[in-house]
């Protein structure tokens, strides 16, 4: 490690959510130390994430979300913002970098103690004809953002078409549905939102259709009109306004050319302590790598809340601090209409692809009573058998996400155990949680499964097993088998299951269900009690497994 509490002229390269918080940090901790950040753009440490608010006119001014400039670091922390500079190239033996004035055109040289990259990450524009034309964007800054609105405002267009449904395509989508345009999403995989499971997607897509936005899957953009974009299953959508929503890349170029190591994922690998391979060179926000706190492998999540993290330690290390990054979990989080979709840890296919032998459970639950409004919240919590640990979180729902979500990630973090979610002291009354609050069911289901028998059998799973090796047990009343039932399912309700169980094999795998899960798990116990081999009850119940139905069927 360097000595470095002595270096006294910190430059920084880029002036967002790492690079001021950098500074931020080094000037609390060290009042004599030269701080100067340069900035190719004309704002800085402005709120990214507020950016599609301003576009659907929740956020009334761009300022609102660009409140501080130079004037403000020179004032508050005696550090210098120049926008407008593009840092052009550094010569890491000389500690020197040259720097290009973009107003004037002017360039020059200056030297640093120590370097601090921030150069965050950039949109990807997918290579495809027509994504110069003028109604055609990405949203990254409050540049982009502006030109959006004023697009809006000057050409009052109809329809628009997003390509990408990730969180920041999904926003978007919110944003121009709010702002009165009628929107088609693309996505180029099966399912829209691939921050979710693809079980997941589907109260997903329900949103969308509920908001009259086409949503279509499995197709990509292939070329951009004015007023339309052709995909590549032959078809063609209407946008008199295109978004661009394909995902961001790491700004890693200027750190390759100064011989930085860069990480498995594309972006600079650093250490704990923020620094890169190169002495009094380090990188943080999203253009620095993180590792996952689940499995210890590198991560890259480029978000603000980790960038101003990452940036904070590293303006701390500069100045002879302590703080060492801890890792992440991937933890997001985006409200989509009504709706709100977090995620944290591995996903199913991740955690399956690492080797870990998982149980899953979906948790179906009023996110408060009913008598007080109460709506469903559907938790999907992947766990490791071995270590009784969660992997992996992902919750759809109306109200209280936000809390339940950190509640995981604070468990995964601390490295609880599954049964250990029972028993956390969680705050109750009625208008924002039930009695059992969702998490502590979550536990519940889980330790049930891992230690009690109750096994849990996915729609997934269920859809591989022939139906010759399983018997399928509707739990629910008669009437709601009638209306819709699992295929190949025989209807014995909870109330008559005793009686009616003689028409089961006793040593051929079970699986019940009834709606969400509830009165399955009461069927699952009847049967185990009475001496059935192998029950399983359906994670998420009827409900889940028509999400997926549909989500299939739309596929064919
Ligand atoms: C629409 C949108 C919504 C988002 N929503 C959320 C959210 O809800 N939650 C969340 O956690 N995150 C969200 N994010 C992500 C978040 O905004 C970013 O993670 C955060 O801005 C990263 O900060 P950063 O400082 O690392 O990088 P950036 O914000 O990318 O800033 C890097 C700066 O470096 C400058 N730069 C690069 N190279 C040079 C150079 N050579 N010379 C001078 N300057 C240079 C760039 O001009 C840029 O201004 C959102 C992002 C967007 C675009």
């Known amino acids: 490690m360097n000595a470095v509490n002595n270096s006294n002229r910190i430059v920084i390269i880029g002036a967002v959510a790492a690079g001021t918080s950098a500074a931020a940090k080094a000037r609390r901790n060290d009042e004599s130390a030269e701080i100067v950040i340069y900035e190719m753009d004309e704002h800085i440490s402005y709120s990214g994430c507020g950016l599609p608010y301003y576009i659907g006119g929740q956020v009334a001014t761009l300022e609102a979300l660009t409140p501080r400039d130079p004037i403000f670091f020179r004032d508050k922390y005696n550090v210098d913002v120049l926008i407008r500079h593009q840092v052009l190239s550094v010569d890491p033996a000389t500690k020197t970098l040259v720097v290009e004035n973009l107003a004037t055109g002017e360039t020059f040289t200056d030297r640093y103690d120590v370097l601090i990259l921030s150069t965050g990450a950039t949109s990807i524009v997918p290579p495809i004809p027509g994504v110069d034309l003028p109604h055609v964007f990405t949203l990254r800054n409050p540049v982009s953002a502006r030109a959006i609105r004023t697009y809006i405002e000057e050409h009052q267009p109809q329809t628009a078409v997003v390509v990408g449904s990730g969180f920041i395509g999904l926003e978007m989508v919110e944003n121009l549905v709010e702002a009165g345009l009628l929107v088609t999403v693309v996505e180029k995989l099966p399912q829209v939102c691939p921050f979710v499971d693809p079980d997941l997607s589907p109260y997903i897509e329900e949103t969308l259709t509920k908001k009259t936005v086409t949503v279509l899957t499995g197709v990509a953009a292939t070329k951009i009109w004015p007023g339309a974009v052709n995909l590549d299953d032959g078809s063609m959508v209407d946008g008199d306004l295109v978004i661009l929503a394909v995902g961001v890349r790491p700004n890693t170029a200027l750190a390759r050319d100064m011989g930085v190591a860069i990480g498995p994922t594309g972006a600079i690998a650093v250490d704990r302590r923020m620094q890169t391979n190169l002495p009094d060179v380090y990188a943080c926000g999203d253009c620095a790598e993180s590792f996952s706190i689940i499995d210890g492998q590198p991560l890259y999540r480029p978000?603000?809340?980790?960038?101003?993290?990452?940036?904070?330690?590293?303006?701390?290390?500069?100045?002879?601090?302590?703080?060492?990054?801890?890792?992440?979990?991937g933890t997001g989080i985006f409200k989509l209409f009504d709706r709100t979709v977090a995620a944290s840890g591995l996903n199913e296919k991740q955690a399956r692809d690492s080797g870990y032998d998982i149980v899953i459970s979906h948790n179906i639950k009023p996110d408060k009573p009913e008598y007080f409004g109460g709506r469903e919240m559907v938790i999907k919590a992947i766990a490791d058998r071995k270590t009784e640990k969660l992997l992996g979180v992902q919750i759809v729902g109306?109200?209280?996400v936000d809390k339940r979500i950190d509640v995981f990630v604070t468990a995964m973090t601390a490295g609880l155990g599954v049964s250990d979610l029972f028993h956390l002291d969680l705050a109750y009354a009625p208008p924002f949680a039930t009695t059992k609050d969702p998490v502590l069911y979550t536990g519940m289901i889980l330790d049930n499964a891992l230690h009690r028998g109750r096994e849990l059998l996915t729609v997934d799973e269920l859809m591989t097993i022939s139906p010759d090796d399983i018997q399928v047990v509707d739990a629910r009343v008669?009437?709601?088998?009638?209306?819709?039932?699992?295929?190949?399912a025989v209807s014995m309700p909870h109330s008559s299951l005793r009686e009616q169980m003689a028409a089961l094999d006793k040593d051929k795998p079970v699986v019940t269900y009834c709606n969400k899960g509830t009165t399955g798990n009461a069927a699952q116990n009847i049967l185990i009690n009475q001496g059935f081999r192998k029950v399983f009850n359906l994670s998420g119940g009827h409900k889940q497994y028509k999400a997926c139905k549909k989500g299939q069927e739309k596929k064919q």
Do not use: C, P, W
Request: aromatic fraction near 8%.
């Open 303 to 329: 978000l603000g809340s980790t960038a101003n993290k990452m940036g904070r330690i590293a303006g701390d290390v500069v100045t002879g601090g302590d703080i060492e990054f801890r890792g992440i979990a």
């Open 398 to 400: 109306y109200e209280g």
């Open 478 to 488: 008669a009437k709601q088998y009638q209306e819709h039932h699992v295929d190949h």
